[in-house]
């Protein structure tokens, strides 16, 4: 059940409307029940293999929390994890090899729906349970954690401490405005933006090869877009989904692609992930490696970059692509801060325009479908075929897809729509985060869905595939 | 106001902003003489040589040399991926506005009857979605398309680019009348490729599916019904030695159709054009076209 479809609009409401008139403690099961009707409408084999997981863990918990042997507790915690490793590489080995696909492919058969996300949210269960930061859960409440169904394909990768729910009073339909407002903004997101650059990056990467440096650079570009507003428009609809229930979910996106650093672009990007990284693989990596300083400190920083790269897959175009951002986040540890005279307007755009090339070419080994592609791509970027005389012939024969007329024009009308929600994006932003719903606001973001939308070409959300 | 009632206020002005853009967009497409469909209601062709088929033979088969030679008006209603659903259509809203051909020459290849390479395009016929027949073929063909096209506006918007440029490019010819870009005769001229590419993966099996088969049986029907001598047809063709394993059968399976609708089956695939001919399997050179179309002439009138 792909979340921009019609088929999700009724399952939601169906379910809310249920959720509003049944008791309080019923209320969970509802929420169980239709999460595994929602991840049974992708795949039986996902709820299959999520059950399997979600039943052994919870057991392993259960025995963690009740003896009282250190050693076994310690055998358990990490019988837990090594299980909890396996599981996810095999399985995902296990899918290449049946897929029998490049290491990006949004339309691969899926087996094992969200595997990646529940996998580290159980690790950090179990973890949080062993050194005593959180309190085992009941079956129920774990199951619902869990399985929720809006966070279930994609995240945001929740802990336990953040997992919180209010039971929404009748009269009380704050949440309610906020979730319909969240889930407008992803809609559109996802259908006016991403969608309409998708086929011009899929033409790209897996039709055609530009040459030329120029517009290989522009497709890294539009692909960081595509990529931005494809996930931040997921992350808004499972949180405003999750309102609608009364569930709080973290934040993912903010602002990303106005990041004046690297660091900071981790600070805005993925966030989920990125706070699940620094503190269950980077602090304590830090730690262990106090004393060497700057060294334990880089250490930290490539194996951190590395369990994200295989956590995306295992195959090389994604390890690169994490190795890269290591490289320039410890090249950014030895770069002094600019000092006030630089903190100006210019310096800030020069900073956020340097970091989103970085991060667009990094993206380059993300998107490409062999370690070939990617290389020569960037190749191309850094070679003296950057330009060429036939500049306008390239990008017509490229970004707009063999320059037919129709595609010309729908390019132009994407680039419109892109530079308008960047350049006002914070603001975009204020209004769909509101507590308080504005029925213009919402009327004309409706409109704007139905006029530039892409209906036709819905295809799951890119982060579906991990 | 209640947010409730100013929900429900504004899911009117939606409907009502969708029901005005389905009007404006359908006047504005109905203006548009540079879509096929409409410039063969607008203006009276009344073709005696009708051509059908996909983007190859509306590259290939250039209606100004037939003409020449064959002195008979010659229109070229092929369209880009259209399969033989669509040709159906197409040539049932050409005998709305037009007298029937004299001969309608269908491009009937393996890739005719697979999915893979041509497709039913609804977008092209949703101004026309008041027909009932219109309607029962998109509702056969794509089933999605039909259940939204109930919704106002829906049927303008569901398929993305091609009828916001179509109706933009209407408007512009309604207001300007402008008339730089039609082509006449319904023929496309095409940029030339520079290095044979092959269309198919080495050892590809073509798909069989029975929904154009029927199609094209109906579709020689209708021409018959309307006294229409039918002639089925391929193009040269260029395939390595065990290439396409199953062309010959399917190409079997296609003059089987021919022999009983007891219409002629032309396969210029014998005449062997040679490879340096080719800008892909099923696609000759510029210069090479007008080589073809001289020997499609001189056959078509035997």
Same mark, same amino acid.
């Given at each position: 059940m792909d979340l921009t479809s019609i088929n999700y609009l009724g399952f939601i409401t169906l379910t809310f409307l249920f959720y509003r008139f049944l008791p309080l403690n019923a209320k969970p099961y509802l929420l169980i029940f239709s999460s595994f009707i929602f991840i049974g409408t992708y795949s039986i084999e996902s709820l299959v293999f999520f059950l399997f997981q979600h039943v052994l863990i919870h057991f392993t918990v259960k025995k963690i929390s009740t003896t009282e042997s250190a050693s076994i507790r310690k055998r358990m915690f990490k019988l837990g994890i090594v299980f909890i490793i396996a599981f996810i590489f095999s399985l995902k080995y296990i899918e290449i090899k049946f897929n029998n =696909? #490049? #290491?990006? %492919? =949004? %339309?691969k058969l899926i087996f094992f729906l969200g595997i990646s996300f529940y996998s580290l949210q159980n690790i950090s269960y179990l973890i949080d349970v062993y050194y005593g930061r959180v309190k085992r859960l009941s079956f129920l409440d774990f199951t619902l954690f869990s399985s929720f169904f809006s966070k279930f394909i994609a995240g945001p990768i929740t802990i336990i401490q953040t997992f919180k729910i209010t039971y929404i009073e009748k009269n009380n339909t704050y949440l309610i405005q906020q979730g319909i407002n969240r889930i407008a903004w992803g809609l559109f997101k996802k259908i006016v933006i991403a969608e309409r650059i998708a086929p011009v990056i899929a033409f790209n990467f897996e039709l055609k090869n530009p040459t030329l440096g120029l517009t290989n650079l522009v497709l890294a570009y539009l692909f960081t877009i595509q990529l931005y507003f494809d996930f931040s428009g997921y992350s808004d609809i499972a949180i405003g989904t999750a309102k609608l229930f009364g569930i709080d979910l973290s934040e993912n996106f903010k602002l990303s692609l106005r990041a004046k650093s690297i660091s900071e672009f981790w600070r805005r990007w993925h966030i989920s992930l990125s706070n699940w990284l620094t503190n269950y693989i980077f602090y304590p990596i830090s730690y262990k490696y106090r004393k060497k300083k700057y060294w334990g400190t880089i250490i930290a920083i490539v194996i951190t970059f590395l369990v994200s790269g295989l956590w995306h897959g295992v195959y090389l175009t994604f390890i690169i692509y994490a190795l890269l951002h290591s490289v320039y986040l410890i090249v950014g540890l030895f770069i002094q801060k600019p000092t006030n005279r630089f903190k100006n307007r210019i310096f800030s755009i020069f900073s956020i325009f340097f970091t989103f090339n970085l991060v667009s070419i990094s993206f380059i080994f993300f998107r490409s479908i062999s370690i070939e592609q990617a290389f020569s791509k960037v190749k191309c970027i850094f070679s003296q075929h950057f330009f060429s005389n036939n500049l306008l012939f390239d990008f017509t024969q490229y970004i707009a897809m063999g320059g037919e007329q129709e595609n010309v024009f729908n390019l132009y009308v994407s680039l419109f729509l892109i530079s308008l929600v960047l350049l006002f994006e914070d603001r975009l932003q204020r209004i769909f985060n509101a507590k308080k719903m504005n029925v213009i606001h919402l009327t004309l973001i409706l409109l704007t869905i139905i006029f530039f939308g892409v209906f036709d070409k819905s295809k799951n959300f890119i982060y579906t595939q991990f | 106001m209640k947010l409730y009632t100013k929900i429900f206020f504004a899911l009117i002005f939606v409907y009502i902003v969708l029901l005005a853009s389905d009007k404006i967009y359908g006047f504005f497409l109905n203006e548009n003489v540079y879509l096929k469909q409409v410039y063969i209601q607008k203006k009276k062709i009344n073709a005696d040589f009708l051509i059908l088929g996909n983007c190859v033979p509306n590259k290939l088969i250039n209606p100004s040399i037939l003409e020449k030679i064959t002195k008979h008006k010659t229109y070229n209603l092929a369209e880009t991926h259209a399969n033989l659903t669509e040709n159906y259509l197409s040539f049932y809203v050409y005998l709305k506005s037009n007298k029937a051909p004299k001969r309608l020459f269908i491009y009937t290849t393996p890739e005719s009857f697979d999915p893979s390479f041509n497709k039913f395009s609804s977008y092209r016929f949703a101004y026309l979605m008041h027909d009932n027949e219109v309607r029962k073929t998109i509702k056969i063909s794509d089933l999605n398309y039909y259940r939204w096209s109930f919704i106002p506006f829906a049927k303008y918007r569901y398929y993305n680019s091609p009828l916001h440029y179509s109706a933009l490019q209407g408007a512009m010819h309604y207001f300007a009348n402008s008339k730089k870009r039609i082509v006449h005769n319904g023929y496309l001229n095409f940029e030339e490729l520079h290095k044979y590419r092959s269309l198919y993966p080495n050892g590809y099996r073509f798909k069989w599916d029975n929904l154009q088969e029927k199609y094209l049986i109906k579709l020689i029907f209708l021409a018959k019904k309307h006294g229409t001598k039918v002639i089925l047809f391929e193009s040269p063709f260029y395939s390595r030695k065990n290439e396409l394993p199953n062309r010959n059968e399917i190409l079997q399976k296609i003059k089987q159709i021919a022999d009983k609708t007891n219409v002629l089956f032309i396969k210029f695939d014998t005449l062997k054009f040679p490879k340096s001919n080719f800008a892909n399997n099923d696609m000759l050179y510029t210069k090479n076209i007008e080589k073809f179309n001289i020997l499609f002439a001189r056959r078509v009138l035997l």
């Amino acid at each position: 059940m792909d979340l921009t479809s019609i088929n999700y609009l009724g399952f939601i409401t169906l379910t809310f409307l249920f959720y509003r008139f049944l008791p309080l403690n019923a209320k969970p099961y509802l929420l169980i029940f239709s999460s595994f009707i929602f991840i049974g409408t992708y795949s039986i084999e996902s709820l299959v293999f999520f059950l399997f997981q979600h039943v052994l863990i919870h057991f392993t918990v259960k025995k963690i929390s009740t003896t009282e042997s250190a050693s076994i507790r310690k055998r358990m915690f990490k019988l837990g994890i090594v299980f909890i490793i396996a599981f996810i590489f095999s399985l995902k080995y296990i899918e290449i090899k049946f897929n029998n =696909t #490049s #290491s990006f %492919n =949004t %339309n691969k058969l899926i087996f094992f729906l969200g595997i990646s996300f529940y996998s580290l949210q159980n690790i950090s269960y179990l973890i949080d349970v062993y050194y005593g930061r959180v309190k085992r859960l009941s079956f129920l409440d774990f199951t619902l954690f869990s399985s929720f169904f809006s966070k279930f394909i994609a995240g945001p990768i929740t802990i336990i401490q953040t997992f919180k729910i209010t039971y929404i009073e009748k009269n009380n339909t704050y949440l309610i405005q906020q979730g319909i407002n969240r889930i407008a903004w992803g809609l559109f997101k996802k259908i006016v933006i991403a969608e309409r650059i998708a086929p011009v990056i899929a033409f790209n990467f897996e039709l055609k090869n530009p040459t030329l440096g120029l517009t290989n650079l522009v497709l890294a570009y539009l692909f960081t877009i595509q990529l931005y507003f494809d996930f931040s428009g997921y992350s808004d609809i499972a949180i405003g989904t999750a309102k609608l229930f009364g569930i709080d979910l973290s934040e993912n996106f903010k602002l990303s692609l106005r990041a004046k650093s690297i660091s900071e672009f981790w600070r805005r990007w993925h966030i989920s992930l990125s706070n699940w990284l620094t503190n269950y693989i980077f602090y304590p990596i830090s730690y262990k490696y106090r004393k060497k300083k700057y060294w334990g400190t880089i250490i930290a920083i490539v194996i951190t970059f590395l369990v994200s790269g295989l956590w995306h897959g295992v195959y090389l175009t994604f390890i690169i692509y994490a190795l890269l951002h290591s490289v320039y986040l410890i090249v950014g540890l030895f770069i002094q801060k600019p000092t006030n005279r630089f903190k100006n307007r210019i310096f800030s755009i020069f900073s956020i325009f340097f970091t989103f090339n970085l991060v667009s070419i990094s993206f380059i080994f993300f998107r490409s479908i062999s370690i070939e592609q990617a290389f020569s791509k960037v190749k191309c970027i850094f070679s003296q075929h950057f330009f060429s005389n036939n500049l306008l012939f390239d990008f017509t024969q490229y970004i707009a897809m063999g320059g037919e007329q129709e595609n010309v024009f729908n390019l132009y009308v994407s680039l419109f729509l892109i530079s308008l929600v960047l350049l006002f994006e914070d603001r975009l932003q204020r209004i769909f985060n509101a507590k308080k719903m504005n029925v213009i606001h919402l009327t004309l973001i409706l409109l704007t869905i139905i006029f530039f939308g892409v209906f036709d070409k819905s295809k799951n959300f890119i982060y579906t595939q991990f | 106001m209640k947010l409730y009632t100013k929900i429900f206020f504004a899911l009117i002005f939606v409907y009502i902003v969708l029901l005005a853009s389905d009007k404006i967009y359908g006047f504005f497409l109905n203006e548009n003489v540079y879509l096929k469909q409409v410039y063969i209601q607008k203006k009276k062709i009344n073709a005696d040589f009708l051509i059908l088929g996909n983007c190859v033979p509306n590259k290939l088969i250039n209606p100004s040399i037939l003409e020449k030679i064959t002195k008979h008006k010659t229109y070229n209603l092929a369209e880009t991926h259209a399969n033989l659903t669509e040709n159906y259509l197409s040539f049932y809203v050409y005998l709305k506005s037009n007298k029937a051909p004299k001969r309608l020459f269908i491009y009937t290849t393996p890739e005719s009857f697979d999915p893979s390479f041509n497709k039913f395009s609804s977008y092209r016929f949703a101004y026309l979605m008041h027909d009932n027949e219109v309607r029962k073929t998109i509702k056969i063909s794509d089933l999605n398309y039909y259940r939204w096209s109930f919704i106002p506006f829906a049927k303008y918007r569901y398929y993305n680019s091609p009828l916001h440029y179509s109706a933009l490019q209407g408007a512009m010819h309604y207001f300007a009348n402008s008339k730089k870009r039609i082509v006449h005769n319904g023929y496309l001229n095409f940029e030339e490729l520079h290095k044979y590419r092959s269309l198919y993966p080495n050892g590809y099996r073509f798909k069989w599916d029975n929904l154009q088969e029927k199609y094209l049986i109906k579709l020689i029907f209708l021409a018959k019904k309307h006294g229409t001598k039918v002639i089925l047809f391929e193009s040269p063709f260029y395939s390595r030695k065990n290439e396409l394993p199953n062309r010959n059968e399917i190409l079997q399976k296609i003059k089987q159709i021919a022999d009983k609708t007891n219409v002629l089956f032309i396969k210029f695939d014998t005449l062997k054009f040679p490879k340096s001919n080719f800008a892909n399997n099923d696609m000759l050179y510029t210069k090479n076209i007008e080589k073809f179309n001289i020997l499609f002439a001189r056959r078509v009138l035997l």
